[in-house]
């Protein structure tokens, strides 16, 4: 059974920084791909960034590249999005995700496994 746990989320002010994390069990992950949503309210969740676990290849959505980096450390069984210059509408709840296969996909459904996600709160 996968397990998916975030944390590192807040209330900050534009042009700030956090770091999100995310413990992953449950499985061996090297032909996983694995990756960050998040959903504002009233709105679809929508990609944000994903990871190729074996290999590290990543790609972004266009609204945070330059500003987000998604890495992670096999030995901890973590992923991590580092999100700096942050804005207000980066604001949402930030769900962690996996799926097996190594191809890096945006759509939510692509996705099997799910952490219960963590709020990201950007102020003015």
């Known amino acids: 059974q996968v397990q998916l746990v975030e944390s590192g989320g807040g209330l900050v002010q534009a042009g700030d920084s956090l770091r999100l994390s995310c413990a992953a069990s449950?499985?061996?992950?090297?032909?996983?791909?694995m990756g960050w949503f998040r959903q504002a309210p009233g709105k679809a969740r929508e990609f944000v960034a994903a990871i190729m676990w074996s290999g590290g290849s990543t790609v972004y959505a266009d609204s945070v590249k330059g500003r987000f980096t998604i890495s992670r450390d096999s030995a901890k069984n973590t992923l991590y999005l580092q999100m700096n210059s942050l804005k207000p509408e980066d604001t949402g709840v930030y769900y962690c995700?996996?799926?097996?296969?190594?191809?890096?996909?945006?759509?939510?459904?692509?996705?099997?496994?799910w952490g219960q996600g963590t709020q990201v709160t950007v102020s003015t």
């Open positions: 449950g499985r061996t992950f090297s032909a996983y791909t």
């Open positions: 995700t996996a799926r097996s296969g190594s191809t890096i996909l945006r759509w939510a459904s692509a996705y099997d496994y």
